[in-house]
C-alpha cells in the first residue's frame, strides 16, 4: 500500500513518524489523536483534555473556534456534527486505545489518520476567537483607551496558555506605539506571568540592554521595568544607566519649557535613581550642570532632578548641592529662586531663609528684550 507520508500534513507526519516508522500503529493513532488536541487547545486557548476540551472549544452558542459563519441552519449544523466526530475520536478511538490491549494493522492506522488529518485541516481553516496578531491589532489600535479599566479588559482576553506569548511579543514590539498604553498594558500583564517566565524576560531584557546602542529601547525598558530594575543583570543596568548619564551635561530646557532630545532621554533616570548602581556620577553631572551658569542647563536639572537633590546630597564628593543653591541665590538667579522657594521655601526651618530674604534678581545682558 502508498505510504501515508504521502497523504497527510508534513508536521503530521513528523509528529507520527517515529512510532509509525516502528510499525507501532495503535501509538502512531494516538500520536494523532494528541497533534489535533494540540492544535485545538492551541486555537482555543483551553488547556483541557478529550470531551471537555471538544465541548469547550466548539461547543456552545458562541464557540472559541468557528468552522464557519454560524450564520445559517447548515452552518451551525456542521459546527455541532464536528464537535461531535471529534468527540467520537476520543471516545471511540482515543479512549480505548488508552485503556486497553488493541492491536492495530497498518491498514487501521492509515485510515483513521487520514481522516484526522482531514479534521485538522477544517481545524486550520477555522477562525479561533483570540489571536496574538488581532490582540497586538488592540494594543496598537490608534483609537485605544487609555486607562487601566480599558487594559485590564484586554487582557482578560488572553487565554492561559498564550500569556508568556504575548508577553514576549509586547517587549518585542515595546518601541511601537505610544509609551503610556505599553506601560498600561504591561502593568496589567505582568502579574499573570509565573514566576519562571518573569525570570525569562528578565533575562531577554538584560541581554538586550547589554549591547542596545538605541536610547529608545533604553527608556522603554526603564519604562516597562522600573519596579523590577535591581533584577537585571549587573553589566546591563550599568551600560543602560551610564548612556542617560552621559547626556545630562547637555540636557536643556529652555525658557518657554521646551526640553531638548538629550533632556527628554536623560530625564528617564529619574524613574530608577534611587536604585541606581551610579548615583554619585549623576549626582556629579547634575552639580556640574548647577555651577555651569548656563540657565538652560540649570533650568533642566532643577526641573528633572531638583526632587532629588537631598537624597544625592551623601554621594557628593568634597561639593553640596545646599551651598551651590546658597551661592546662585545670592547671585540673583531667579530659576534657582523659584524653585528653592516652591521647595524649600515653605519650611520654617528652612536652610535657605537668609537667601530668599535678601534675594535681589540680577538680569544679565542675554536676558533683555533687545
Same mark, same amino acid.
Given at each position: 500500500?502508498?505510504?501515508?507520508?504521502?497523504?497527510?500534513?508534513?508536521?503530521?507526519?513528523?509528529?507520527?513518524?517515529?512510532?509509525?516508522?516502528?510499525?507501532?500503529?495503535?501509538?502512531?493513532?494516538? !500520536?494523532?489523536?494528541?497533534?489535533?488536541?494540540?492544535?485545538?487547545?492551541?486555537?482555543?486557548?483551553?488547556?483541557? =483534555?478529550?470531551?471537555?476540551?471538544?465541548?469547550?472549544?466548539?461547543?456552545?452558542?458562541?464557540?472559541?473556534?468557528?468552522?464557519?459563519?454560524?450564520?445559517?441552519? %447548515?452552518?451551525?449544523?456542521?459546527?455541532?456534527?464536528?464537535?461531535?466526530?471529534?468527540?467520537?475520536?476520543?471516545?471511540?478511538?482515543?479512549?480505548?486505545?488508552?485503556?486497553?490491549?488493541?492491536? =492495530?494493522?497498518?491498514?487501521?492506522?492509515?485510515?483513521?489518520?487520514?481522516?484526522?488529518?482531514?479534521?485538522?485541516?477544517?481545524?486550520?481553516?477555522?477562525?479561533?476567537?483570540?489571536?496574538?496578531?488581532?490582540?497586538?491589532?488592540?494594543?496598537?489600535?490608534? !483609537?485605544?483607551?487609555?486607562?487601566?479599566?480599558?487594559?485590564?479588559?484586554?487582557?482578560?482576553?488572553?487565554?492561559?496558555?498564550?500569556?508568556?506569548?504575548?508577553?514576549?511579543?509586547?517587549?518585542?514590539?515595546?518601541?511601537?506605539?505610544?509609551?503610556?498604553?505599553? /506601560?498600561? /498594558?504591561?502593568?496589567?500583564? $505582568?502579574?499573570?506571568? %509565573?514566576?519562571?517566565?518573569?525570570?525569562? /524576560?528578565?533575562?531577554?531584557? %538584560?541581554?538586550?540592554?547589554?549591547?542596545?546602542?538605541?536610547?529608545?529601547?533604553?527608556?522603554?525598558?526603564?519604562?516597562?521595568?522600573?519596579?523590577?530594575?535591581?533584577?537585571?543583570?549587573? !553589566?546591563?543596568?550599568?551600560?543602560?544607566?551610564? $548612556?542617560? /548619564?552621559?547626556?545630562?551635561?547637555?540636557?536643556?530646557?529652555?525658557?518657554?519649557?521646551?526640553?531638548?532630545?538629550?533632556?527628554?532621554?536623560?530625564?528617564?533616570?529619574?524613574?530608577?535613581?534611587?536604585?541606581?548602581?551610579?548615583?554619585?556620577?549623576?549626582? !556629579?553631572?547634575?552639580?556640574?550642570?548647577?555651577? %555651569?551658569? =548656563?540657565?538652560?542647563?540649570?533650568?533642566?536639572?532643577?526641573?528633572?532632578?531638583?526632587?532629588?537633590?537631598?537624597?544625592?546630597?551623601?554621594?557628593?564628593?568634597? =561639593?553640596?548641592?545646599?551651598?551651590?543653591?546658597?551661592?546662585?541665590?545670592?547671585?540673583?538667579?531667579?530659576?534657582?529662586?523659584?524653585?528653592?522657594?516652591?521647595?524649600?521655601?515653605?519650611? $520654617?526651618?528652612?536652610?535657605?531663609?537668609?537667601?530668599?530674604?535678601?534675594?535681589?534678581?540680577?538680569?544679565?545682558?542675554?536676558?533683555?528684550?533687545?
Amino acid at each position: 500500500m502508498e505510504h501515508i507520508k504521502q497523504h497527510i500534513e508534513e508536521r503530521l507526519w513528523e509528529f507520527i513518524k517515529r512510532s509509525y516508522n516502528s510499525e507501532d500503529y495503535k501509538t502512531a493513532i494516538l !500520536d494523532s489523536i494528541q497533534f489535533i488536541g494540540d492544535i485545538i487547545r492551541e486555537k482555543s486557548g483551553l488547556d483541557n =483534555d478529550g470531551n471537555q476540551l471538544i465541548g469547550g472549544a466548539l461547543g456552545g452558542t458562541n464557540p472559541k473556534i468557528r468552522l464557519n459563519k454560524l450564520k445559517t441552519e %447548515s452552518e451551525k449544523n456542521i459546527q455541532k456534527g464536528i464537535e461531535s466526530i471529534l468527540r467520537g475520536i476520543y471516545s471511540a478511538y482515543r479512549n480505548p486505545r488508552s485503556h486497553s490491549k488493541i492491536n =492495530d494493522s497498518e491498514q487501521d492506522a492509515f485510515e483513521i489518520i487520514i481522516f484526522i488529518n482531514h479534521l485538522i485541516k477544517l481545524i486550520d481553516k477555522s477562525k479561533g476567537k483570540f489571536t496574538t496578531e488581532l490582540f497586538l491589532k488592540r494594543v496598537f489600535d490608534n !483609537d485605544f483607551v487609555q486607562t487601566n479599566q480599558y487594559a485590564n479588559l484586554l487582557i482578560k482576553d488572553i487565554p492561559k496558555n498564550k500569556i508568556f506569548e504575548i508577553a514576549i511579543e509586547i517587549f518585542r514590539q515595546k518601541e511601537n506605539g505610544k509609551v503610556a498604553i505599553i /506601560i498600561l /498594558i504591561w502593568e496589567a500583564l $505582568k502579574d499573570l506571568l %509565573s514566576e519562571e517566565e518573569n525570570i525569562e /524576560i528578565l533575562k531577554l531584557v %538584560s541581554e538586550e540592554l547589554r549591547f542596545t546602542d538605541s536610547l529608545k529601547t533604553v527608556i522603554r525598558c526603564i519604562a516597562l521595568f522600573e519596579s523590577q530594575w535591581t533584577k537585571i543583570d549587573e !553589566d546591563s543596568r550599568l551600560r543602560a544607566e551610564n $548612556k542617560l /548619564i552621559q547626556l545630562i551635561p547637555v540636557a536643556e530646557k529652555d525658557f518657554q519649557g521646551t526640553t531638548n532630545e538629550a533632556g527628554i532621554y536623560a530625564s528617564w533616570f529619574t524613574s530608577i535613581i534611587k536604585v541606581s548602581l551610579l548615583r554619585n556620577l549623576v549626582a !556629579d553631572k547634575i552639580y556640574n550642570s548647577l555651577v %555651569s551658569r =548656563d540657565k538652560e542647563k540649570q533650568r533642566f536639572v532643577i526641573d528633572f532632578f531638583g526632587n532629588h537633590i537631598d537624597g544625592l546630597e551623601d554621594v557628593l564628593f568634597l =561639593d553640596s548641592f545646599k551651598d551651590i543653591l546658597k551661592k546662585e541665590l545670592d547671585d540673583g538667579n531667579r530659576i534657582i529662586y523659584d524653585w528653592v522657594s516652591n521647595y524649600y521655601g515653605k519650611k $520654617k526651618d528652612s536652610d535657605f531663609k537668609k537667601e530668599l530674604e535678601n534675594f535681589v534678581e540680577q538680569i544679565s545682558e542675554d536676558d533683555l528684550p533687545f
